[in-house]
């Protein structure tokens, strides 16, 4: 998830990613691997997890049966991917400048993890990395957030968060059409540690996790928003901290350039199910192959 070395705020995220953001997104990430990278690959194919953050994918990929390498740039990352996927390979690098001493014959780099490079120029940086460590003819997956999607549902808005017993977050992004950049801001609430209370704020205390934990179904999900949006009220205790994230959106034009410069040829750009052309609904699929000597 992180992208360089050094990258000390991803860090303070790694915690609180590696219980809650990292496992759903291994779970929904899955499948475009399944759909579009791992068909195209041979049996116990040998793959790079470029950003891998805590390792939960990587910990997927080898239950399937596949060789993966983890690369991220937060060391507190890694060291929960160490922990996830005890038997995969973890790399501390760059995604802008690194290498690997042996070829692999499918990248992947997932959750929108690219959108975090900041100029077209590093993003190309990227895929010239990633070129150069393929097996001639593999292949690349990743996704990106582009502007159309990102002008429409990048607002300000909460759109995700959870409540547990002892600590609450939520997920705001927005975003600059003007600029084609933008941010997501994780907010996080963290119970205190205390004595213990009288029986009637223990009991007021109960009553409330009892809300939370009803707050956990999906079709609750709205009503959960709108009581994050106000979590100073209900526990005005628990200490709030803010963890903002700068990420820039691209083009299909600018990546399709980028991956071309870089050497990699049929370019497929689709949604999550496939479809063509990628709308505003929708993130950006792209796959693409290292043909050595060949065009789009």
């Not at 499948?31 to 049996?43: C, D, G, K």
């Not at 609450?168 to 997501?184: E, N, R």
């Not at 496939?274 to 929708?282: I, K, L, Q, Y």
């Amino acid at each position: 998830m992180v992208l360089s070395q050094g990258y000390r705020e991803y860090d303070t995220w790694a915690w609180l990613y590696n219980q809650t953001m990292g496992i759903e997104y291994a779970h929904n990430q899955l499948q475009p691997l399944e759909t579009l990278l791992l068909p195209r690959l041979p049996a116990h194919a040998k793959l790079l997890d470029l950003c891998c953050g805590t390792g939960h994918l990587t910990q997927r990929l080898l239950q399937n049966g596949y060789c993966v390498t983890g690369l991220d740039g937060s060391e507190a990352m890694l060291n929960y991917a160490h922990q996830n996927a005890p038997t995969a390979n973890f790399v501390l690098g760059d995604a802008r400048s690194f290498a690997l001493p042996d070829r692999v014959h499918g990248v992947y780099c997932m959750s929108a993890s690219l959108n975090h490079i900041m100029s077209l120029s590093d993003l190309q940086a990227v895929f010239t990395c990633v070129y150069a460590i393929l097996e001639d003819n593999g292949w690349f997956l990743f996704d990106l957030n582009h502007p159309a999607q990102m002008q429409k549902w990048w607002i300000g808005q909460i759109v995700e968060g959870e409540i547990r017993p002892r600590f609450a977050w939520y997920l705001t992004p927005l975003y600059s059409a003007t600029t084609d950049t933008g941010y997501f801001q994780i907010t996080l609430f963290q119970a205190p540690v205390q004595a213990p209370a009288s029986p009637r704020s223990s009991l007021w205390q109960g009553l409330k996790q009892g809300i939370y934990s009803a707050l956990t179904l999906p079709w609750l999900t709205r009503l959960r928003l709108k009581v994050l949006a106000q979590f100073d009220a209900w526990q005005p205790d628990w200490q709030r901290s803010t963890l903002r994230y700068d990420v820039r959106g691209y083009p299909e034009s600018d990546v399709r350039a980028a991956l071309q410069a870089a050497g990699f040829s049929e370019i497929q750009v689709s949604t999550l199910d496939g479809s063509t052309p990628v709308d505003a609904n929708h993130s950006a699929y792209f796959l693409c192959r290292k043909s050595v000597g060949g065009t789009e």
